[in-house]
Every structure is written in structure tokens, then in C-alpha cells.
């Protein structure tokens, strides 16, 4: 069965850091976008970033920009979300998605994981 399982969701501090990993089995993601995708409490699930499947072309939110990093390793068949300079605004289920597109499009992709939990709170 194809699965998306993501891990290192956590309370951390403002001004903190995580790294989120996603790890696919069952299915190879290295002709595959990967993205990622957060929902805050109370609002809809957005577009945090994408990575294309050779890795070269990366897209952030303006949110997120220059604090978050996305990277992939496709002989492990894991694509990875580090974050840096957490803001509470930050907080939200972070999920893991393999598709196709050039942006975080909920549309494009195909398998999704069932999300970790992330609270940025003092």
C-alpha cells in the first residue's frame, strides 16, 4: 500500500528549529514532486513548499521563505522540511504529498501522509 509517513513534528520555541522527514514505502518518489502542506488550527491547509524530482527547482511560500528549507534524497526515498526561526504563526499539521506541478497544488498530488504535529508556543 503506497504511504507517505512524515516524523519530527514537536513543540518548539519561537525562534526555534525542526526538521521535518517524510518517508515513502511501497512506491519510488524520485520522478515525483514532493511537497509540503500545513494546516493551522480554524484555517484551510496551505502550500508551504515543493521540491522537483531531481531536486533542482524549490518553491517556498512568502511565508516561509528563507526560514525553511526542503531537500530530497531519493536513494532514501525521503524528502525532508527543516525549519528555522519558528513563529507561533508556524503552528499546524505539516503534511508530507507526491505529485507533479512546479507549486504546492493540493490538486497535482497524488499520495499524502497523515501529518505531524508542529506547536511553536512558549
Known amino acids: 500500500q503506497f504511504e507517505l509517513v512524515e516524523s519530527g513534528g514537536g513543540l518548539v520555541q519561537p525562534g526555534g528549529s525542526l526538521t521535518l522527514t517524510c518517508e515513502a514505502s511501497?512506491?519510488?518518489?524520485?520522478?515525483?514532486?514532493m511537497a509540503w502542506f500545513r494546516q493551522a488550527p480554524g484555517k484551510e491547509r496551505e502550500g508551504v513548499s515543493c521540491?522537483?524530482?531531481?531536486?533542482?527547482?524549490?518553491y517556498y511560500a512568502d511565508s516561509v521563505k528563507d526560514r525553511y528549507r526542503i531537500s530530497r534524497d531519493n536513494a532514501k526515498n525521503t524528502v525532508y522540511l527543516q525549519m528555522f526561526i519558528l513563529k507561533p504563526e508556524d503552528t499546524g499539521i505539516y503534511f508530507c504529498?507526491?505529485?507533479?506541478?512546479?507549486?504546492?497544488?493540493?490538486?497535482?498530488?497524488?499520495?499524502w501522509g497523515k501529518g505531524t504535529l508542529v506547536i511553536v508556543s512558549s
Open positions: 521540491i522537483s524530482s531531481g531536486g533542482g527547482v524549490k
Open positions: 511501497d512506491f519510488t518518489i524520485d520522478s515525483l514532486t
Open positions: 504529498a507526491a505529485g507533479t506541478g512546479s507549486r504546492p497544488n493540493a490538486d497535482s498530488m497524488n499520495y
